[in-house]
């Protein structure tokens, strides 16, 4: 059984750095592309980033310059680098991925979503 699990949010200070972690775990035969989204309360869920197999990546215009998306595919694991916080990056950040698992067709996964808090 696949499964994606978001690690290292918390509360931060503006203009702090947090750095998130999305692991894929089961019997997983490839994993396309990885893509971060966020929802701040009452909003609708956002697009943040993502990351290619290949390893191109591509972020929101709210966060570019600020945020960049790496990941280790010996992990099968996504990050997200988060600096320059500010208040309005308050959300719960999920982690999204296209994966075939082995002996099954390619489908997509959430994970859990991990609080992200900008405050002082």
């Known amino acids: 059984q696949v499964q994606l699990v978001e690690s290292g949010g918390g509360l931060v200070q503006p203009g702090g750095s947090l750095r998130l972690s999305c692991a894929a775990s089961?019997?997983?035969?490839?994993?396309?592309?990885m893509v971060w989204y966020r929802q701040a309360p009452g909003k609708q869920r956002e697009f943040v980033g993502e990351i290619r197999s290949g390893g191109s990546t591509n972020v929101a215009d709210s966060v570019k310059g600020r945020f960049s998306i790496s990941r280790d595919n010996a992990k099968n694991t996504m990050y997200l680098q988060m600096d320059s916080l500010k208040p309005e990056d308050t959300a719960v950040y999920y982690c999204n991925a296209q994966i075939k698992p082995a002996r099954l067709p390619a489908s997509d996964y959430w994970g859990q979503g991990t609080q992200v808090t900008v405050s002082s």
């Open positions: 089961g019997s997983i035969d490839v994993i396309y592309a």
